[in-house]
Nanobody, 124 residues
Framework: VQLQASGGGLVQAGGSLRLSCAAS????????MAWFRQAPGKEREFVAA????????YYKDSVKGRFTISRDNAKDTVYLQMGSLKPEDTAVYYC??????????????????WGQGTLVTVSS
């Protein structure tokens, strides 16, 4: 599967953005999906994940209540709606797909395929 992330940009603190990750090559419904991010000078970290049918979602504590992950398997697309953005949310955001896991993982090693990343910059 190929993943194409989009939707990043520059936004003021308190603002919102919606990231999209479009899958091609294989049906998105086969994959557990996640978003990770990597800020400058920092390691990549888990942000959110969603089960294959969208019934279960998981979030990094610092984004709970502000970010929402969702998916539309008919459109082969997963989304990350981000609100109340903070400067510390500035990072390159990556979508990732896991086609072998039996449960949703929060580690990068749990995921087999990665998109190219989209930059989110939150100004104070």
């Amino acid at each position: 599967v190929q993943l194409q992330a989009s939707g990043g940009g520059l936004v003021q603190a308190g603002g919102s953005l919606r990231l999209s990750c479009a899958a091609s090559g294989r049906a998105l419904s086969m994959y557990i999906m996640a978003w990770f991010r990597q800020a400058p000078g920092k390691e990549r970290e888990f942000v959110a994940a969603i089960s294959r049918n969208g019934g279960r979602t998981y979030y990094k504590d610092s984004v709970k209540g502000r970010f929402t992950i969702s998916r539309d398997n008919a459109k082969d697309t997963v989304y990350l709606q981000m609100g109340s953005l903070k400067p510390e949310d500035t990072a390159v955001y990556y979508c990732a797909a896991d086609n072998t896991g039996l449960s949703v993982g929060t580690l990068g090693a749990d995921y087999d395929y990665w998109g190219q990343g989209t930059l989110v910059t939150v100004s104070s």
